[in-house]
DNA sequence: ATTATCTATAGATCTATAGATAATGC
DNA sequence: ATTATCTATAGATCTATAGATAATGC
């Protein structure tokens, strides 16, 4: 039964949809082109009409989910500078935790992806670069080599430590690690930048810390 | 055909040994139990026989491997105390980097880590607790809330630039990922702990970082 | 007698392809 | 005529179990 030209297109962006959370979810590993046909209400096989490997599905997918989780980080194409503290504690939230098959595809996945493919490995490559860019104009340096430093281990920071709350059984030891993180990581912010509000009311926007 | 006691506890000891460096390796999803029994020359059965199921022989390789490579990064039970400096470098060093089989556990498969069951995310959070509290000492701040926030913000921007740079497809922003983080980390260390020689001389030892 | 190991195999699952189907696009 | 989708299926792989084997441990 063959579809409308926009019905396929919408089709093929579920597909992308679903994979992008399951992914993320359960890892490139912990689940199948069926599960994801599933997902999306389409057979296996249309799938691979789409995409034509599931490897190559997972590369769209990194960058699709990627597309959709930057902006969320606040570090957005858009001129507005949003503050690092708000990026640090909406990244660093016991929401964004929870939710990894909505949350940060680098938290969720670069460990596995430096076993993947070229595709994939590129995908993962554009996605650091990106957050590096999104995340650079907010970190409080003078000197320019220095606030590059700062912002590479700004972003190691936020993602070392979502990923650690993740691992770690002790709901006590993983919001203690949370907020250790953040605390440090604006240790010297502003006090004006306490307190402020989300730009985005996305999944990632509350941030469930009181 | 049966063995002595002694040989199958060595046979055993192969076996953990085998899944320790495979699962970092590929991740626990991608090698089956058959390529670990064939690792440590024996047949799958064997496996079944020591562990029981893979899950089961998965957190024994986690909490195996843990053992190992802590005391390397220099956090070690003796009393002697490693400068931070000496840690860092060896955990950011390209030497790390490039031999996740035989490196640190947590960044190599505490992602993966937060999807299994009861027994590896229980290794896990022990692991957490332990390179923790081996950091602690070196970590310089009076304060002791503030070295507890300062410790874990140490462990999670070590662990987020390794698996970073690993996840990362260009070597030279690869490079610049470990360099800067460990640049940031030590900016304020005092100058004599620089080139501080280390203290084991493992796999992980020599930094590769000129 | 116990048991570490091996072989054979069950049963599930997974990626991918081939060919049929049926509706769109021209 | 083209093509998005589905069904059927191939072929591989993966976890786990059962039963046989043969040497140790007592």
Chains 1, 2 share one sequence.
């Not at 570090?75 to 949003?82: I, L």
């Not at 595709?119 to 996605?127: I, K, S």
């Not at 690690?177 to 989300?198: F, K, N, Q, S, Y």
Request: overall charge negative; proline content about 4%; aromatic content about 2%.
């Amino acid at each position: 039964m063959r579809v409308t030209k926009e019905k396929a297109a919408e089709n093929r962006e579920r597909i992308l949809q679903a994979a992008a959370a399951l992914f993320r979810e359960k890892g490139f590993e912990g689940v199948g082109v069926d599960a994801l046909a599933a997902a999306a209400c389409l057979s296996h096989g249309s799938v691979y009409s789409h995409f034509g490997s599931k490897e190559a599905l997972a590369a769209e997918a990194v960058a699709h989910a990627l597309a959709q989780s930057l902006p969320q980080l606040g570090g957005g194409a858009d001129g507005e500078t949003v503050p690092l503290a708000t990026m640090v504690r909406r990244y660093l939230s016991r929401t964004h935790r929870d939710d990894p098959g909505g949350g940060c595809v680098i938290a969720a996945l670069a460990a596995e992806g430096a076993r993947q493919g070229e595709a994939v490995r590129a995908a993962f490559t554009e996605g650091v670069r990106r957050m590096l860019g999104g995340l650079a104009p907010a970190v409080p340096e003078d000197d320019a080599t220095a606030r590059e430093d700062a912002t590479i281990a700004v972003l190691a920071t936020m993602i070392g430590a979502l990923i650690l709350s993740r691992a770690v059984d002790d709901p006590a030891l993983s919001d203690h690690i949370l907020r250790a993180a953040g605390a440090h990581l604006l240790r010297d912010a502003p006090a004006e930048e306490v307190g402020t509000v989300p730009r985005v009311q996305s999944k990632m926007g509350s941030d469930g810390n009181p």
